[in-house]
């Protein structure tokens, strides 16, 4: 059970987290550039009196997850862009976690294909049923619709300042798996692909976390890791803290084990991946959406 303090917190963070997921979207359009709709989005969760839980995904077509804007970043939305919007809020580190696909092209049943999974993972939810059974509702829907889940990408266990904990409720069918209890907060997020719904690293690393705490020799690390420390574990955009040696005391860090990098993950070149996701509490009887 969740006591009524925490459980406001979830909720409140989840609302604004819905506003500030239709705000970003509605930022996502052709010629617009991914630099100016991360920062007025991130902008936006501060103006409410909430904490930014992880930078803002944008990721592209092929890529799945973990992509923000880079310092000075020129790209912009092009015609025929599958665009993920996923955004994380927490109020006192309860978190709020969130995604929606734009679509910029004609892509309308890849779209459909990972909301309409969502939506019948949703109505699974309530204690005693297993994460497997989960998994195979989600890819039940893609695969109905000729596309791939993503196999190796994850809904989560949300905490406080815990973004991946337990459960963990795959994106395709399983034997078993964690028996959902009542009181459990989680982000379910399917993943519908056109390419081979296995995704990988990239060469692109925009995101970091604090893994560990060592002292650090390099002072442009110590100033660097006097901010991270304030994140309190939850990740931190490269472009957030840009200045004069930041990118090489965030090597060092991450050599030393101190910070871990979150590279882009992406599908083969050429596909499109959509993506959508929303985070619940388990009730006796079923569960609450807190990000609709």
Not at 11 to 34: H, M, T, Y
Not at 57 to 77: C, K, M, Q, W, Y
Not at 115 to 135: E, F, S
């Amino acid at each position: 059970m969740i006591d009524d303090e925490i459980l406001n917190k979830y909720l409140e963070a989840g609302k604004i987290a819905k506003e500030c997921r239709e705000f970003a979207a509605g930022k996502v359009k052709v010629g617009a550039k991914i630099l100016d709709v991360v920062v007025e989005s991130e902008q936006k969760i501060l103006s409410m009196d909430a904490g930014i839980a992880f930078p803002l995904n944008i990721s592209l077509n092929e890529a799945a997850a973990h992509d923000t804007a880079s310092p000075g970043d020129e790209r912009v939305f092009k015609a025929g862009d599958v665009v993920k919007v996923d955004l994380g809020v927490h109020i006192d580190g309860y978190i709020a976690d969130t995604a929606v696909t734009v679509d910029l092209g004609k892509n309308d049943l890849l779209v459909e294909a990972s909301k309409a999974a969502l939506h019948a993972a949703i109505d699974m939810v309530r204690p005693g049923v297993r994460t497997g059974q989960i998994g195979a509702a989600v890819q039940a829907e893609i695969e109905s619709r000729g596309y791939r889940p993503v196999a190796n990408l994850t809904g989560h266990g949300l905490g406080q300042y815990l973004l991946h904990g337990i459960p963990t409720i795959p994106n395709v069918g399983m034997q078993g798996g964690t028996e959902l209890e009542e009181g459990m907060v989680f982000a379910i997020e399917p993943f519908a692909s056109t390419g081979s719904g296995i995704v990988s690293d990239a060469s692109r690393t925009e995101i970091y976390s604090q893994i560990s705490s060592r002292q650090i020799r390099l002072p442009s690390a110590r100033k660097l890791m006097k901010k991270v420390a304030e994140r309190n574990s939850l990740p931190f955009s490269r472009h957030w803290y840009y200045e004069e040696k930041s990118d090489l005391a965030i090597a060092q860090l991450v050599k030393q084990n101190i910070l871990r990098g979150y590279p882009v993950l992406h599908d083969v070149p050429g596909s499109l991946v959509s993506q959508a996701e929303h985070t619940m509490i388990v009730t006796n009887d079923g569960c609450i959406v807190t990000t609709v």
